[in-house]
């Protein structure tokens, strides 16, 4: 079977659940090094190391490689890569920015997002917003590949493999970090949350949104989410937008307060395992993709909801 | 300086779509044809850049069927100088897209190429990073605002994180996303004006760029559809159910 690289999800001090669930994927199509590149960032290795079924970690640290930069990681990977039949990535944000780059350095035709591996030449992927899968056969010799980990489960740790440094010759001219804002990290992560409570444009103000779905959230342990239209109107920070160009997200339960249940969201959260919509028209689209709907003014129904958990 | 904006023409994000029941892709007949959302958010900001001063051309490029004039017609509508369009048989992967538009970046010289950061037919999200590469420009992709100074520009990023700041030197690629800005529409006046501007066709082999295509589309299936859902007459049966039924909570 041929060697994969996969790059690691991180944040320098945490390995994201992302690169697990990638490696579940991973090893569907052959073996599986994994590449952390980061700066000060030896425990993500040694966290990565301790995945089963992993050969080996290669870890790149570095000033040039603190905030993953597409030009900077791209390069790295382009050093990395001769031994590797597939390069594959999660499908978050950083692994979008960058792997495209390493296809087009490579002269590959990427496959984004992959969510089943048929063979290892096959995969299956979303198109149109999830509104249809298409199955395709790669004929590169060499595979780039994205994959939307919220398809597959978390790879399983314990055993302990050897982490490798790497040297590189890479640096970055062209781009600069300048200032990140995360938002609140006291809040549940949304993609690898059980539970999401998820609110839409019927909130009307921040502070009903906040007021309404917090104590929710909190009851449930669940992570907050929010429509595209939420988000415009300053509900909830972008990164809680759930849909085609937001987060995909699956998980067990999903509650729809307030929100129509347009395709572009559907297709972030339509895989999740129980749906709930709460919803005040009767015809919303979302109640065809429920599991339980309930008709009711979410001004009442959310606040009673809460107490009766 | 110039602004180069590719764009695509797409299935308009309205459309219910339908899978054809031969499996050999989507229903396309008799459907509304639109440009790409996020397309259509590049022009409006090389427009803005335009009008601040900052750019003094708006060059629309689409690479697909004869029938992508339209959507060129539209961003001449709104306000772009000038259109190309390389005329190309069918869906063309993104990775020669990129390699086409490095030809036109070659010929027209913008400092800047503003995209979609994804079409919303495909979701591949690939074009300006593979351009950016081939390049060998700075690339800033998911933009949701962009300041231009000097050689230089501050880009903010939509990322899983939340918004992350990032320079790059010019030239660049910048793919935008939704919260970018809000496109103008464009006015009858200006759709009849747009009809006397100018829209070179060209094709790939002007180019010399080899379209074809390193995926095989084996079969395009319908999604698993979900059941509907079972309407409870309140927050108690719901309860109820997600206990009882459902098992979640
Ligand atoms: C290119 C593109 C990409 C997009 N990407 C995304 C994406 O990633 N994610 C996303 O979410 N959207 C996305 N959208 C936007 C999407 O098309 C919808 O506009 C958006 O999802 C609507 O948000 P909403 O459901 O909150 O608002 P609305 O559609 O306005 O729905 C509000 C709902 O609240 C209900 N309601 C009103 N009052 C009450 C009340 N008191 N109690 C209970 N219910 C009430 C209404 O009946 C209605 O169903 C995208 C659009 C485009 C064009």
């Known amino acids: 079977m041929g060697r994969g690289l996969l790059l690691a999800e991180h944040d320098n001090m945490a390995l994201n659940e992302a690169t697990l669930r990638s490696v579940t994927a991973a090893l569907q199509i052959g073996d599986v090094d994994i590449l952390v590149a980061g700066d000060n960032c030896a425990d993500v290795a040694s966290a990565a190391s301790q995945i089963r079924g992993v050969g080996k970690v290669l870890l790149a640290q570095g000033e040039v490689f603190e905030h993953q930069l597409a030009e900077s990681v791209a390069d790295l990977i382009l050093e990395l890569a001769e031994p590797y039949e597939t390069i594959v990535a999660p499908a978050t944000t950083s692994g979008k920015n960058i792997l495209p780059r390493v296809a087009a350095l490579l002269d590959v035709a990427q496959i984004s997002e992959i969510v089943e591996i048929v063979s290892k030449d096959t995969f299956i992927r979303p198109v149109y917003a999830g509104n249809a899968l298409q199955k395709l056969r790669s004929n590169e010799t060499k595979k780039v590949i994205t994959i939307r980990y919220s398809s597959f489960d978390m790879a399983e740790t314990g055993s302990g493999v050897p982490v490798e440094n790497v040297d590189s010759s890479v640096a970055n001219s062209k781009s600069a970090f300048i200032s990140e804002a995360k938002s609140q990290s006291d809040q549940v992560d949304l993609v690898s949350a059980r539970v999401i409570v998820s609110g839409g444009r019927a909130f009307g103000s921040k502070e009903k949104f906040d007021e309404l779905l917090r104590p929710l959230a909190a009851r449930l342990n669940a992570a907050i989410g929010a429509s595209r239209a939420a988000v415009d109107a300053g509900f909830s920070p972008n990164d809680t937008q759930v849909g085609q160009t937001g987060k995909v997200v699956a998980p067990d339960l999903y509650i729809a307060i307030g929100i129509s249940g347009a395709i572009q969201h559907l297709a972030g959260m339509k895989e999740s395992k129980v749906i709930v919509a709460i919803n005040s028209d009767e015809d919303a689209p979302i109640h065809a993709n429920a599991d339980y709907v309930l008709i009711a003014d979410l001004f009442d129904a959310v606040p009673e909801l809460t107490a009766k958990l | ?249």
């Open chain 2, 1 to 249: 300086m110039k602004i180069l904006v590719p764009i695509k023409r797409v299935i308009d994000f309205n459309v219910n779509i339908r899978v054809r029941d031969d499996g050999t892709g989507v229903e396309t007949d008799n459907v509304k044809m639109s440009m790409n959302p996020f397309d259509e958010i590049a022009v409006e900001e090389a427009l803005k850049l335009r009008e601040a001063g900052v750019a003094e051309e708006v060059v629309v490029v689409s690479v697909g069927v004869e029938k992508a004039q339209d959507v060129l017609r539209t961003s001449l509508a709104m306000g772009a100088d000038r259109a190309i369009l390389v005329k190309t048989s069918d869906d063309v992967e993104p990775l020669n897209v990129a390699k086409i538009l490095k030809a036109i970046v070659g010929q027209e010289h913008p400092q800047l190429v503003l995209l979609g950061k994804q079409a919303i037919d495909n979701d591949a999200n690939q074009v300006a990073q593979m351009l950016s590469a081939l390049l060998n420009w700075g690339q800033a992709t998911f933009a949701s605002d962009i300041d231009i100074s000097g050689t230089k520009v501050r880009v903010s990023r939509e990322v899983d994180a939340g918004l992350q700041t990032i320079e790059v030197n010019l030239p660049a690629v910048i793919s935008v996303d939704l919260r970018l800005n809000t496109p103008r529409y464009a006015t009858l006046p200006n759709v009849m004006k747009a009809k006397r501007k100018p829209l070179d066709i060209k094709t790939p082999e002007d180019f010399a760029v080899d379209v074809s295509l390193r995926h095989t589309i084996l079969e395009t299936l319908p999604p698993a559809a979900r059941k509907g859902g079972v309407v409870v007459a309140n927050v108690d049966e719901l309860v109820d159910k997600l206990k009882n039924q459902a098992g979640v909570i």
